[in-house]
């Protein structure tokens, strides 16, 4: 199936933004802009580190990374920092300029698969607590302005359910 818009995919760290991601774009023949390393790119130097130097440049960073995407004329597959949820008029603006999707999990699997990965030096050993503050602070906007899908399914599945709900936007 042809893109005819921008898909963005949005969700808590461990969502699956990467990973669905890539898969996502060689479905739909289209370019995968990953928000880590756009923000690496812009930034220069990692998101890990503007992440491990604390403070909000790394979400200043990820900000300035959503301005440069909607600037872009090219329909691609990009994820997108979850700090956008904490600046609404971004996914409000994202949500007009392309179709941005909810990757949804709750916090224990997010929380299981950040701690079975890795580098994110930010997270606590036990990142249960930091997950699920993200996840009340974040959930209801992420719900409101995006199409919510069900992210806990395989990455394939998850992939067709992003094309069914493109064919279903158009
Ligand atoms: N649908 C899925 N089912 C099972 N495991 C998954 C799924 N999606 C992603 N994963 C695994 O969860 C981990 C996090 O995935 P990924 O890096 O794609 O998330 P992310 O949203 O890009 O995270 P970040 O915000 O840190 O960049 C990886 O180990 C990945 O293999
Ligand atoms: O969701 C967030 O706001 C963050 C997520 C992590 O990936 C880190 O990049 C950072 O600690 C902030
Ligand atoms: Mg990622």
């Known amino acids: 199936m042809a893109a005819p818009a921008s898909i963005y995919l949005i ?3 461990g969502s699956g933004k990467t ?59 990009a994820g997108i920092a979850a700090s956008s949820a904490d600046r609404p008029a971004e996914l409000a603006a994202l949500a007009a300029a392309g179709l941005l999707v909810y990757l949804h999990c709750p916090p224990a699997v997010l929380a299981a698969r950040v701690r079975a990965d890795g580098p994110r030096p930010w ?22 302005h995006a199409t919510i899908v069900d992210a806990t399914v395989t990455p394939d599945d998850a992939v067709t359910r992003i094309v069914a709900a493109l064919a279903a936007r158009r």
Do not use: F
């Open 11 to 13: 969700g808590l760290m």
């Open 19 to 77: 990973t669905v991601g890539r898969r996502l774009a060689a479905r739909l023949d289209v370019g995968y802009v990953d928000n880590d390393e756009a923000v690496a790119g812009l930034a220069g130097v990692s998101s890990v580190e503007l992440a491990r130097r604390g403070g909000s440049e790394l979400h200043e960073w990820e900000a300035r990374y959503v301005t440069t995407l909607l600037d872009r004329d090219a329909v691609v597959v």
């Open 123 to 144: 997270l606590p050993a036990d990142p249960e607590t930091m997950i699920a503050d993200m996840y009340e602070r974040r959930d209801a906007v992420l719900r409101e």
